[in-house]
């Protein structure tokens, strides 16, 4: 019953972009164009390497942003499908039986204010998606971090530099 009310109401009123707000689909075809791109991998060590669908920008910091403080789950699983096709890159180009992935924490008192935490959900979708998947929580929280919301990329890197600080206790755990 409530999936065909759901079914009635997209119809009666069909959802727009997040991103320019066309009416539609939660995401057009011209703003889901950037997420289409080859995935960018930058390496830092052997075995330790950065995966990026899209660089951010006006075209991804509207889903990130509902993803991240409006809980919309259609936001939350476009970005763990994101996740997926990255994991699946590494799963080609590698023989590794588990993959890790660090995600960046958020404040607490961000948490608190949404009442969730958007990175657990999407990172519940992303182990939903594939298997063999790890999240290790590495990386704290150090120094005050201004809200991100209206930052230009550049501001980002500034606010965050020397921001995060790993846990070595837990890496050597993991690496051992």
């Not at 997926?84 to 948490?111: A, C, G, H, Q, Y």
Request: with cysteine; net charge positive.
């Amino acid at each position: 019953m409530f999936w065909n009310l759901s079914a009635l109401n997209s119809l009666l009123f069909p959802p727009n972009c997040l991103v320019c707000n066309s009416p539609g689909s939660k995401l057009c075809l011209k703003c889901k164009a950037p997420w289409n791109l080859p995935i960018t991998k930058v390496w830092f060590q052997p075995k330790i390497s950065l995966l990026y669908q899209v660089e951010y920008g006006e075209k991804v910091n509207p889903i990130i942003l509902v993803a991240k403080e409006s809980n919309d789950l259609f936001a939350q699983k476009f970005l763990a499908e994101c996740f997926v096709k990255s994991i699946k890159l590494l799963r080609t180009e590698n023989d590794f039986e588990k993959i890790f992935m660090v995600p960046i924490p958020s404040r607490k008192s961000n948490e608190r204010r949404r009442g969730y935490s958007h990175l657990k959900q999407i990172l519940s979708f992303t182990q939903n998606l594939t298997s063999n998947v790890e999240f290790l929580p590495l990386l704290k929280i150090i120094k005050p971090i201004i809200d991100q919301t209206s930052l230009s990329a550049k501001a980002r890197i500034t606010n965050l530099q020397n921001a995060y600080n790993c846990d070595q206790k837990l890496l050597r755990k993991y690496l051992s």
